[in-house]
C-alpha cells in the first residue's frame, strides 16, 4: 500500500480523516512487521494515540452548519432543527 | 326542398354511427392529438375513470380518461384549469357522440416546456457535458459538505436533519440561494462558485418538490452549465422520485429527494465508522502482540542456536580428550615404572653380588689405615696400624717389614 506523508502534527491536532488514514498506514506497516522492534512500539504507541482521538472524535462530534454570506464570508447558521 | 327518397342512400344507426367512427377513426391527425382547453364538467366516479369536458371560447369537447392513464397523472385535474390533453378522437356509438380519449394530461405551457427541456438536453448532451466518464466519485467520508438551496425550505432542514442523524462529524457550509423565479438561476450559479471557492468535499444542490415551473430553474442552461464545471462532485436532489431536470444529468450523482441526496453525501455513518475503528483497533492490538511473539520466538531460537555452539560443549569435549590422555598417560608412566622396577632388581642383584662383604666371605680381607682410612691396595701403601675387615668383624695389625 502506498505510503501517506507520515504528519508530524500532535494526535490531537488531527482531523478524524487525517488520524484514520495515519492509523490504517501504522496498522498496514505492523501487519508487514519490517520496521524495527524499537520503531514498532513508537507505532504502536502512536496508533494507540490516534484510536482514542479518533473515538474521542466520534464521541464529541456535532454537525457544525455555516452559511456563506453574499460577501463571501462565513458566518454560524442556526437552523431551527439544531 | 324535398329529398328524393330514392336517390340517397338508406342506412340503420348503427351503420352510420360505424362509418362516421371509421371516418374519425382513419384520419392520423385525430388519432395522436393534442388538444388545450379549459376543463369543465369534471366528474371522477368510482370507477376510477376521469370524464371532463375541454372547452374554449367557441366549442367544447368531451373527453374520458381511462383509469390506468389517469392514475398515472402528476397533479390533479380541476375545473377551470387551462390544460393540455393528448389522445385520440374515439366515437362512443351508443350516445352517438365523438369524444377525446385522452392519454396524458399537463398543465398549459408544460407542452412549451418540455420542448424547450428536450432541446437543451440534447445540445447539451452533445456537447458532452452529461458523459458517463465526467461523473466524479463521491467521497465516502466528506469533512466538509457544501449545501446549496433555499434558506427557507422543508428541504434544508430535511438534508440537515440526514447529515447530523449519519455524520454529525463532518462540517456543512450552506450556501442560500432562491431556487425558484427569474432571480434563481443566476443565483444558483454565484452560490455553486462561492462554495467551490472553500473546495468542499461534496455540494448538495437542492429542491423540495413543486410544479414543473418550480423546478425549472434546475433546467435553465446557466445552472446546469455550473453544475458539470463544478470542482466538487455535485449530487442533485430536486423535486421528488418522478422528476428529472437537466440538473440532475449533469451532476455526479443524481438524488431522487432532498433526504436521498444527504444520505448520498454521508455514505458512510458515525456507526460505520465506530465499527471501523474498532476494527482498526484490534487489528492494532493483533499486529504488535504477533510482532512481539516473532520476536521471542527469533530470540529462543537463537539462543539454542547459540547453545548449540557455546563454548561449554567445546569444553566438555575437551574434558573428554583430558581424560583420555591422562589415562593414557598413566598407563604409560605405570609401565615405565614397572619397567625401571624391574631393571632396578636385576640392577640391585647385580649390585649386591658386587658387595665387597660377599668377597669377605671367601676369605678375602679389606685392609685400610687407621691414620687415613685408605684402602691399601698395594705394599707400598702399607704403613703404620691398619684395619683389617673381615666377614665377620675387623682387628687392627701393624707392618712388621
Given at each position: 500500500m502506498p505510503k501517506t506523508?507520515?504528519?508530524?502534527?500532535?494526535?490531537?491536532?488531527?482531523?478524524y480523516e487525517e488520524a484514520i488514514a495515519e492509523l490504517e498506514d501504522i496498522v498496514a506497516s505492523l501487519e508487514e512487521g519490517r520496521a524495527a522492534l524499537q520503531d514498532s512500539m513508537n507505532l504502536f504507541e502512536r496508533g494507540r494515540a490516534l484510536i482514542a482521538h479518533c473515538g474521542s472524535l466520534l464521541e464529541t462530534a456535532q454537525l457544525k452548519v455555516r452559511a456563506l454570506a453574499g460577501d463571501g464570508l462565513i458566518t454560524p447558521f442556526e437552523d431551527e432543527s439544531g | 326542398m324535398q329529398p328524393s327518397l330514392f336517390s340517397s342512400v338508406r342506412l340503420t344507426v348503427s351503420q352510420i354511427t360505424f362509418r362516421i367512427r371509421q371516418q374519425l377513426e382513419n384520419d392520423p391527425t385525430l388519432q395522436d392529438v393534442w388538444v388545450e382547453g379549459e376543463i369543465s364538467n369534471l366528474s371522477r366516479p368510482a370507477s376510477g375513470h376521469i370524464y371532463f369536458t375541454l372547452k374554449d371560447k367557441n366549442a367544447s369537447l368531451r373527453c374520458v380518461m381511462w383509469k390506468t392513464d389517469a392514475a398515472r397523472l402528476r397533479f390533479s385535474l380541476r375545473d377551470g384549469m387551462a390544460v393540455e390533453a393528448h389522445g385520440k378522437i374515439a366515437v362512443y356509438e351508443p350516445q352517438g357522440q365523438y369524444q377525446l380519449v385522452a392519454n396524458s394530461v399537463q398543465p398549459k405551457g408544460e407542452g412549451a416546456l418540455y420542448q424547450e427541456f428536450l432541446r437543451l438536453k440534447s445540445l447539451l448532451e452533445a456537447e458532452g457535458?452529461?458523459?458517463?466518464?465526467r461523473k466524479r466519485p463521491v467521497p465516502a467520508l466528506p469533512g466538509v459538505i457544501g449545501i446549496v438551496t433555499s434558506?427557507?425550505?422543508?428541504a434544508l432542514r430535511d438534508m440537515l436533519n440526514t447529515v447530523r442523524r449519519r455524520l454529525p462529524l463532518a462540517q456543512v457550509l450552506f450556501a442560500p440561494s432562491?431556487?425558484?423565479?427569474?432571480?434563481a438561476p443566476p443565483a444558483l450559479v454565484r452560490a455553486l462558485q462561492a462554495l467551490n471557492s472553500h473546495s468542499p468535499d461534496v455540494i448538495l444542490l437542492a429542491r423540495g418538490g413543486g410544479s414543473i415551473e418550480d423546478l425549472w430553474a434546475f433546467n435553465d442552461e446557466r445552472v446546469v452549465r455550473a453544475v458539470a464545471a463544478s470542482a466538487a462532485p455535485v449530487i442533485s436532489g430536486v423535486g421528488h422520485e418522478t422528476d428529472f431536470t437537466l440538473c440532475d444529468f449533469a451532476a455526479d450523482l443524481r438524488a431522487p429527494t432532498p433526504t436521498a441526496a444527504a444520505e448520498l453525501a454521508a455514505p458512510t455513518t458515525l456507526e460505520d465508522l465506530r465499527l471501523q475503528l474498532g476494527y482498526s483497533s484490534s487489528r492494532l492490538a493483533d499486529s504488535i502482540s504477533s510482532l512481539l511473539a516473532e520476536r521471542r520466538a527469533l530470540v529462543s531460537a537463537l539462543a539454542s542456536r547459540l547453545k548449540y555452539v557455546s563454548p561449554e560443549r567445546r569444553i566438555q569435549s575437551e574434558y573428554q580428550r583430558l581424560d583420555a590422555l591422562s589415562r593414557r598417560a598413566f598407563s604409560a608412566l605405570n609401565h615405565r615404572v614397572e619397567l625401571q622396577s624391574r631393571r632396578l632388581d636385576g640392577v640391585s642383584k647385580r649390585l649386591l653380588s658386587l658387595d665387597p662383604k660377599s668377597v669377605l666371605l671367601r676369605g678375602y680381607a679389606i685392609v685400610a689405615r687407621k691414620?687415613?682410612?685408605?684402602?691399601?691396595?698395594s705394599v707400598k701403601e702399607a704403613r703404620g696400624t691398619m684395619r683389617v675387615q673381615v666377614s665377620d668383624g675387623e682387628f687392627d695389625v701393624v707392618r712388621g717389614s
Open positions: 506523508k507520515r504528519t508530524e502534527k500532535p494526535v490531537e491536532e488531527l482531523t | 457535458l452529461f458523459d458517463a466518464e434558506p427557507t425550505g422543508a432562491p431556487v425558484q423565479g427569474a432571480e691414620e687415613d682410612g685408605a684402602i691399601v691396595a
